[in-house]
């Protein structure tokens, strides 16, 4: 049987480069090694609140940023989380095998909700990694490529399936979160200690900026103290960030980037990774307006849904059988 990969983005705030160098870049790759389902995870973004026209727009925007990518919508499955029901009916089952114990122990959950009144924390932002476990054991995926801070959400599932398997046999496949060697974990450019997310418009390159925008940003990104440009994550975590962005879109090792760099000055290692990145966004924004012009993604969205549905409803079927739901065609 052909490996199964899969991943999803979620809708929410505008994607930077983190996600773009984290996974994005890289998933037009896998289809030489076999079946791949991308999705837009719109109902994980309903788990904060959100407005619908901007989760509207985001959700365009993402099919978009995919194809941008360089995937081609008929060797991959490419769609909207929400328009195949398997997901949340899963859900309904699989939320039943994990505990509220592990699931207050995942670091996203206790980062959000650290900035939230309880009562403003919906059940959804709790119970997030059961969907998103649902999400990919319903593919039988294996391999699931993954910036750094969604392992522990795909380590979870991997219990899950331990646990469902142990008590119905051999029903769901175990997956494995596939992180990049670089760039894993791309660093906000105002502060090089904190991820760089979709909610700090100085640290952040978004997709989205215009070409000026993100050199500023990159011109303007804290360095260290010290001239040398070397890979050195605790004394020099905002050159080696640079560096990593460098080597991950060049796709060299921090080694080689080191080197291309050596007796460099900051300011002149900074124009060199502003080139990088700049160019591989003007290509990059040339395609995403490109495509969401002709609107190229709503077929693809269309066509992904059915080849999807398909699919998740055997591994539903699966699951309701084992766990003794009747089945009335
Ligand atoms: P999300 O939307 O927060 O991020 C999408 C992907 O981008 C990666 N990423 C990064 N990688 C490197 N450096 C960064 N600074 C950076 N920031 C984000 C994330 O690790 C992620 O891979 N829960 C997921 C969406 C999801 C999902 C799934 C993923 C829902 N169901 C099933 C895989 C499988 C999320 O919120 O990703």
Redesign the pocket.
């Known amino acids: 049987m052909a490996e199964k990969i ?5 809708p929410t705030g505008q994607l ?1 480069l ?2 773009y ?3 994005l870049k890289h998933l037009h790759k896998e289809v030489e090694r076999g079946d791949c389902y991308y999705f837009i ?1 719109d109902l ?1 973004a309903l788990t904060l609140p959100i407005d619908p026209e901007v989760l509207r727009q985001n959700s365009i925007d993402l099919a978009c940023f995919y194809l941008a990518a360089g995937l081609d919508p008929k060797k991959v499955t490419l769609f909207l989380q929400s328009s195949v029901s398997a997901h949340a009916e899963l859900n309904a089952i699989m939320q039943n095998y994990l505990y509220m114990g592990e699931l207050s122990r995942m670091t996203q959950f206790k980062d959000k909700s650290s900035k939230m009144k309880e009562s403003a924390i919906g059940l959804g932002l709790f119970a997030y990694p059961v969907l ?1 476990a649902c ?2 054991v319903l593919y039988d995926a294996s391999a ?1 490529p ?5 392992i522990q ?1 795909v380590e979870l599932t991997r219990d899950l399936v331990n646990r469902f398997n142990n008590r119905y046999g051999d029903i769901l496949v175990m997956p494995k979160a596939e992180v990049r060697k670089v ?4 660093m906000s450019l105002s502060d090089p200690t904190v ?3 979709k909610s700090d418009p100085k640290g952040d390159i978004f997709l989205k900026d215009d070409l000026k925008t993100i050199r500023k940003k990159i011109m303007s990104a804290v360095t260290d103290s010290g001239c040398e440009v070397k890979f050195d994550q605790e004394n020099k975590p905002g050159i080696s960030n640079l560096l990593t962005i460098y080597a991950a879109l060049k796709d060299i090792s921090i080694e080689e980037a080191e080197k291309e760099f050596e007796g460099y000055r900051y300011g002149d290692f900074k124009k060199a990774v502003a080139d990088v990145v700049c160019a591989e966004m003007e290509i990059f924004q040339n395609k995403y307006r490109e495509i969401l012009e002709t609107k190229a993604y709503e077929e693809a969205l269309r066509e992904g849904a059915k080849r999807a549905q398909a699919i998740a409803n055997q591994t539903l079927k699966r699951v309701k059988n084992a766990v003794g739901l009747l089945d009335i065609e």
Not at 183 to 186: D, F, K, N, T, W
Request: aromatic share 0%; hydrophobic share 40%; proline share 0%.
């Open positions: 899969l991943t999803g983005i979620k930077t983190g996600n160098i984290g996974v995870a994980h998103m999400d990919i699931i993954v910036g750094e801070d969604q959400h760039g894993a974990r791309i991820k760089m997310s």
